[in-house]
């Protein structure tokens, strides 16, 4: 039973963790940045919908959907206005300046919202029901609902609406995006900032399960690199499926080995996924 | 299969392939191949596009590991042996998509050959530049020397790509399309060349689409088609044999 | 390749650095034993980074063993100094070997990432032993002496130095270059790629792991924040790719650059010098994305255009 119950705890994590990394495959996949910042990004996001939820009181559900449509906005502005300007460079320096970002980004949140715990609590926070017998935490499970929703979204963008044909062309070639009328800059911009606002909504969703700090970037990357690549970069429902294995994978690690070894779980799953098959990987790149 | 016609009994056999075959998820690109090359010989591959002549040489090379069957050069198997090994065997190969090293010079490209190649390579600096320079002249591009590799134009390319080769010392060299685009006068430059470089002693592999080219060179020529071994034998045999001019000259032509 | 110059004038700045703690004050001397640690992890990175192109995320990994290694020696066994030294490096080292082997056939990306959750694990890792002192740390003895571990930064930085420099012209380098430029390539023309790799990989961890054990001894205190710092390795890469990658003074200029910029910044704005910092990255990479060497070749042709023709290679 206790058996159960970790798993299930590790299948509804991983649907979050599947989210977090699905932005990050989408602009990997299409744009070819490795974006370093994209758990600074998902931090951004968790305290945007922290500071909707605490000063406007809004259901932080729906202060979610607001924070997407604002980090859309970001990620638009960065890829357009910063890295479009480098999209070309060689890999190392879209590696350094996502870096570079990630510093800013980690230093500016400290600066304005310091360095203190937050955590999105609304008042159903500690809401449980059960069902055969186990315990469903209601955040959780509503995360999960959640991320779900919105990689069947992002599926259905991708592969039933004009702008994902173009978007899913571009990453095949370049001029194939020319064809469908779309100017590439501005297709790169709307790609990066559907990857910020999927991001943005993991954060809020984030948020709400643990503590927000705006140091936790930089292993949020980590593991949306490891669910990318376990995941692959097409198709969403395999990005969360990827998030699931790792979800389900840190929360037995946690069970047999205690809590402070989950990054060194992700770091083994990474390597063990990269090791054992690096050719269809290196191909997905 | 037909019977192969051998080369003269005396010569010493370098390099055999004994049933060799590539499957790329289900699709067989070369199948139960053998062959064997004799020491100092000039073979000639041909085939149409897509028959798998460079699986073949990549086979040999060691970069793709056959399915089936045995390599082996100089009596020993080689199937797992990794490309560097088979480097310091006396193996050199060029590539049908060249791949000089483009932030190095001319001369830099051609030392990494001979610090590297046969036996592990010359382990003196000053010596190895000097074996370069010495490829580097015999290849023509002496007075290209010291030019960043990436500045070169097409046909001095291939000559790079030869002079790093041949820096390796091999005792066989693989040949992959180096005459693509090439004029007629570059073809015959070439042709030349490759002569030059048998009578210092090396065996050659040669993956060719340019028919003159091959028939003035080979001593023997192989034809595959769809991953097979259609035909094998004296270049003139070969080419006329009507089997071969369906599968390889007859669809050139339509 | 290179000209003499460059040479003597090495040797000269070496020659006054090492008089800096004779006429120098504290702040200087302290400054630059920070300045020349910092320029040596640069110097260690470029040995695989500049030199292979492989982009390592987590050579704070060798440096916190090399502080761990050093403390535990020091403060556990009793060994002095530089015991502990010789054991924090043969740790590293052994870490860089076992590691490199499976990371090493990873490639762009895959390798960088690899690199960056081995740094998260490493510092997990040690955080849960007893004998590092948990998460808590490890107090060193103290030791007075600026002047003692400001030369024996120095020296570590020139016999770095000195080490990328026989690279640079070795058959060894030659190697590596190959690898950096076409790894298949270079695997047909007999290189060992995965042996070089990871002595390269070794080399960088044995320089990288002695800065980190001079300075625990100096710092008289480790702990895993800051052992296993990722910023640290953001600022060995920069300061490596802003003086040029695959050069020998080239991460040396740069990382004394950035320090100097740095350490008035930190002095007038303080806390916003790491916002500086990641600027820097990005501007960096934007308007000199091959590094200063570069630069003033790039700069002496074309003036200031050069900048812009940067972007213009690598926009959209």
């Known amino acids: ?285 | 299969m037909n019977e192969v016609a051998n080369v003269a009994p005396q010569a010493k056999t370098i390099m055999e392939a004994r049933g060799i075959t590539k499957r790329f998820q289900g699709l067989v690109s070369v199948d139960k191949v053998s062959f064997s090359l004799a020491e100092n010989e000039i073979l000639g591959l041909i085939g149409p596009n897509g028959a798998g002549k460079t699986t073949l040489v990549n086979m040999i090379g060691g970069t793709l590991k056959p399915n089936e069957g045995d390599l082996l050069f100089e009596g020993e198997r080689i199937n797992d042996v990794s490309p560097y090994r088979r480097a310091h065997l006396g193996i050199a190969r060029t590539f049908q998509i060249m791949k000089p090293f483009p932030g190095m010079s001319v001369l830099e490209n051609v030392a990494v050959g001979a610090l590297f190649g046969r036996d592990g390579g010359e382990k003196s600096m000053a010596k190895a530049r000097e074996i370069a320079r010495e490829w580097i002249t015999f290849t023509g591009l002496g007075q290209r020397m010291d030019a960043h590799a990436d500045a070169l134009g097409g046909p001095d390319r291939k000559r790079l790509e030869f002079a790093k080769a041949l820096a390796m010392g091999p005792k066989l060299l693989l040949l992959d399309e180096v005459m693509a685009g090439l004029n007629h006068v570059e073809v015959d430059e070439m042709v030349e060349l490759i002569k030059k470089i048998r009578a210092r002693g090396v065996t050659l592999l040669v993956i060719e689409h340019v028919i003159k080219a091959i028939r003035s060179l080979s001593d023997r020529v192989m034809v595959l088609h769809h991953g097979e071994r259609i035909a094998e034998g004296d270049p003139a045999l070969v080419l006329a044999d009507p089997r071969v001019v369906e599968a390889y000259l007859g669809k050139r032509r339509t | 390749m290179m000209g003499r110059w460059p040479l003597v004038l090495a040797v000269l700045v070496a020659i006054v650095l090492a008089g800096v703690p004779w006429f120098g004050n504290d702040v200087a001397v302290q400054f630059g034993i920070n300045a020349l640690l910092l320029a040596t992890l640069a110097q260690s990175w470029n040995i695989l980074g500049g030199f292979t192109g492989y982009v390592s995320f987590g050579n704070s990994v060798f440096y916190g063993l090399g502080t761990y290694g050093t403390a535990v020696a020091m403060t556990h066994f009793n060994l002095p100094f530089g015991v502990g030294l010789v054991v924090g490096a043969v740790v590293a080292m052994l870490c860089a070997a076992l590691v490199g082997i499976p990371i090493l056939r990873l490639r762009g990306p895959y390798f960088a990432i690899a690199t960056l959750g081995l740094n998260g694990a490493m510092a997990a890792i040690v955080s849960n032993l007893p004998i590092a002192g948990s998460n808590i740390g490890l107090v060193l003895p103290l030791m007075r002496g600026d002047a003692i571990f400001y030369e024996l930064a120095l020296a570590l930085l020139v016999v770095c130095t000195l080490t990328v420099l026989w690279i640079s012209s070795s058959r060894y380098g030659m190697a590596l270059v190959a690898i950096r430029e076409d790894e298949d390539a270079a695997g047909s023309m007999g290189v060992n790629a995965t042996l070089y790799k990871v002595t390269a990989l070794v080399l960088s961890a044995l320089f990288t792991a002695i800065a980190g054990g001079i300075h625990a001894y100096w710092s008289t205190f480790v702990d895993p924040a800051s052992a296993f710092d990722t910023t640290l390795n953001v600022r060995m890469v920069i300061m490596c790719v802003f003086g040029g990658p695959g050069t020998v003074f080239g991460p040396v200029v740069g990382s004394f650059i950035l320090s100097a910029v740095y350490e008035v910044l930190a002095s007038e704005i303080s806390t916003a010098a790491v916002l500086f910092f990641g600027l820097v990255i990005v501007l960096a990479v934007v308007f000199t994305p091959k590094g200063l060497t570069d630069l003033m070749a790039g700069a002496r042709r074309s003036g200031w255009r050069y900048l812009f023709r940067n972007i213009r290679e690598n926009r959209l």
Do not use: C
Not at chain 1, 74 to 92: K, M, T
Not at chain 1, 147 to 154: E, P, T
Not at chain 1, 246 to 265: P, R
């Open chain 1, 1 to 285: 039973m206790v058996l159960a119950q970790i798993l299930l705890n590790g299948i509804l994590l991983g649907g979050l963790y599947g989210l977090m990394a699905l932005g990050m495959a989408l602009v990997w996949g299409v744009l070819n940045i490795v974006n370093l910042a994209h758990g600074a990004l998902i931090m951004l996001g968790g305290y945007v919908v922290y500071y909707i939820f605490v000063f406007t009181g809004l259901d932080p559900f729906a202060a979610i959907a607001v924070a997407m449509v604002i980090m859309f906005g970001v990620g638009f502005l960065l890829q357009y206005g910063l890295l479009n300007l480098i999209v070309r460079s060689a890999l190392l320096n879209t590696l350094l300046i996502t870096f570079g970002l990630d510093v800013v980004i980690t230093y500016l949140a400290q600066f304005l919202f310091t360095a203190d715990f937050r955590t999105i609590n609304p008042s159903y926070a500690g809401a449980n029901f059960s069902a055969f017998g186990l315990t469903v935490p209601g955040i959780r499970f509503a995360a999960f609902v959640v991320a779900i929703a919105l990689a069947a979204a992002l599926w259905w963008l991708l592969n039933r609406r004009p702008l994902g044909l173009a978007i899913r062309a571009t990453s095949q070639n370049l001029v194939a995006a020319r064809l469908y009328g779309v100017d590439p800059r501005i297709l790169y911009a709307v790609t990066f900032g559907i990857g910020t606002a999927l991001a943005g909504a993991a954060g809020g969703l984030y948020g709400m399960i643990a503590n927000l700090t705006p140091y936790i970037g930089a292993s949020l990357t980590a593991k949306s690199f490891v669910i990318a690549i376990i995941g692959g970069l097409t198709n969403p429902f395999n990005v969360i499926l990827g998030g699931i294995v790792v979800g389900i994978a840190e929360s037995l690690a946690t069970l047999y080995f205690g809590a402070t070894y989950s990054d060194v779980v992700s770091f083994g799953l990474l390597v063990l996924v990269l090791v054992v098959r690096p050719t269809r990987t290196l191909r997905a790149a």
